[in-house]
């Protein structure tokens, strides 16, 4: 298991994240409108909704990308609001996106490397100089990513170029990479977005063996099966608002979700109901 993955399970009833009437507008258009929520160490919360429910805006706040127009975040027992992206990677919150963004021109086990910068101490004095700090770095850079990949299960692609990965493997990279940040929150935008039944299967048994490594994951996800199956809480939002938060079991009988999210009938079958 690589370095990334060393981390003893969480005690669950401790928050690592905590959001307080997060808010942020656009014109005339409230994206998230006064949304409050905590993530406990060591469980899985997915963030659902119909499309255009700001969602991927929350996580923008959350991750410093956006900026929000009221409300706070707080990472780790620390008040993180408005902090660079960076700085929170550095913190401990690791990210993936909707839409992978790996480096083209970069093969599978660079992408992975480039995530693990962020841990590193040689700057470019070092680099320049190809000091024995830089060296011990960049080795063990190598190693760590090498066992990333092998550990989500691309590890005979880690030379290959993310256009020469099928779609799912490329996704597997970008997690990867995220991990590569020994991260304390991994937040996943999407992990299942344009897969096959059979590819989605394989993210959920990777969300579990994430989790049972001690990852405290945060995702958006479309697919119902995989947030039913995976998740120990779920917060769901509509307009920008939050509308329910509970257990799988909750959210499924929850008749605003029903009306809001699935907007169904309640005798037709559901993607929430669905096996």
Not at 50 to 67: C, E, Q, S, V, Y
Not at 119 to 131: I, K, M, Y
Not at 211 to 235: C, K, Q, W
Request: proline share 3%.
């Amino acid at each position: 298991m690589g370095v990334a993955l060393t981390t003893s399970l969480h005690n669950m009833s401790s928050t690592i994240l905590g959001v307080e009437h997060l808010t942020r507008k656009f014109g005339g258009l409230v994206a998230v409108n006064d949304i409050s929520f905590d993530v406990k160490k060591g469980e899985v919360l997915s963030i659902v909704g119909p499309n255009g429910a700001g969602k991927t805006t929350l996580f923008n706040l959350i991750t410093g990308i956006d900026r929000a127009d009221a409300g706070s975040v707080m990472f780790d027992g620390q008040d993180v609001t408005g902090f660079a992206p960076q700085r929170l990677a550095k913190m401990g919150i690791g990210r993936t996106f909707q839409n992978i963004r790996l480096f083209k021109n970069l093969n599978a086990l660079e992408n992975v490397m480039i995530g693990r910068v962020a841990r590193t101490r040689s700057g470019l004095f070092d680099a320049l100089t190809c000091s024995a700090l830089d060296r011990r770095e960049r080795t063990e850079m190598i190693e760590q990513a090498e066992a990333l990949l092998d550990w989500v299960g691309v590890g005979a692609n880690r030379f290959r170029m993310p256009s020469e990965l099928p779609y799912g493997d490329q996704r597997r990279v970008e997690i990867a990479r995220a991990l590569a940040l020994e991260p304390k929150l991994l937040i996943l935008d999407e992990p299942t977005a344009g897969m096959v039944a059979r590819e989605a299967q394989e993210v959920i048994k990777l969300i579990g063996r994430l989790r049972d490594a001690g990852v405290t994951l945060m995702l958006i996800e479309h697919n119902m099966n995989v947030v039913m199956s995976t998740s120990d809480r779920v917060v769901v939002i509509s307009f920008g608002q939050k509308i329910a938060e509970g257990t799988p079991a909750e959210i499924r009988a929850d008749e605003r979700v029903i009306e809001a999210y699935l907007g169904v009938d309640e005798d037709e079958p559901t993607a929430a109901t669905a096996s």
